[in-house]
């Protein structure tokens, strides 16, 4: 598989992954290490809900192997605030809780804003500037996950652009879809996996994600996909893909992650 398709799931603890996913015999401890060898990336989740020391993240980089990654979800009080604009002090303490002891193994940064929260463009371009390009000498990337509607706004995306920043394409019944492309990686998290399918998702839906991870990968954009702006064309360069299966049928995403996985190599 191209080293720049990153394809995962969220976290590596889930009770229902013991049935679907994990060897039974395999110790809790040894989750991390096997998921690590079987998927090419994990959301980390957790950082959204409490602050994690350095020697944690010096410890995931250490089990994961080379070429894996970590995509981390920025704590929940930066973002579930009122005004943005004043942000940078919880900014600055995620990343400075030692995120960058991943070092090459750091994906982006998620910033995961509330359904609720809307488009303020004085507000949110005032936060976008809070982000910092590197931390330790390690580059920083930076993907909004935004939920509201009023997101889906020219405006709004040359904001990223401007920022060298990801919008989150999210495929799901519940949040706006916005696949265009604003920077040189992109971010897409498929949320339509469902139970009854062993690998969660049908085979022409694969080979559908498959497809688009491949064009975003050698500098194109896919065919046929719900555009904010569709009449401009993206700079054609190689960009990094990261594709997750988050929510859903949770207990499927990793099997849908390794079917994918396949298909790419």
Known sequence: ?????????????????????????????????????????????????????????????????????????????????????????????????????????????????????????????????????????????????????????????AMARDHEAAVVFTESDDYPPIPDLTTDFVYTRVMRTRSELVTGVTEEELDGIAASASRWASGGQPDRLPLVEADRAPPRRPRDVFVFFISGAKERAPAAAMALIERLS
């Open 1 to 157: 598989m191209s080293t720049s398709i990153h394809v995962g799931i969220g976290g590596w603890n889930f009770e229902p992954w013991r049935e679907t996913f994990y060897p039974k015999d395999l110790p809790a401890s040894r989750e991390l290490e096997y998921a690590s060898r079987k998927l090419t990336a994990i959301e980390v989740n957790g950082t959204y809900y409490s602050t994690f020391k350095p020697a944690t993240f010096a410890k995931w980089r250490d089990t994961a192997p080379e070429g894996f990654v970590f995509s981390l979800k920025a704590n929940r009080f930066t973002t579930n605030r009122r005004v943005l604009a004043e942000a940078g002090e919880s900014v600055m303490r995620f990343i400075d809780s030692g995120v960058a002891e991943l070092g090459p193994k750091l994906g982006p940064i998620v910033w995961q804003f509330a359904p609720s929260k809307r488009f303020d463009p004085v507000d949110f371009g005032a936060f976008l500037k809070l982000l910092p390009g590197q931390s330790g000498g390690v580059r920083l990337r930076h993907a909004l996950d935004v939920r509201h509607e009023s997101f889906r706004s020219p405006e709004f995306l």
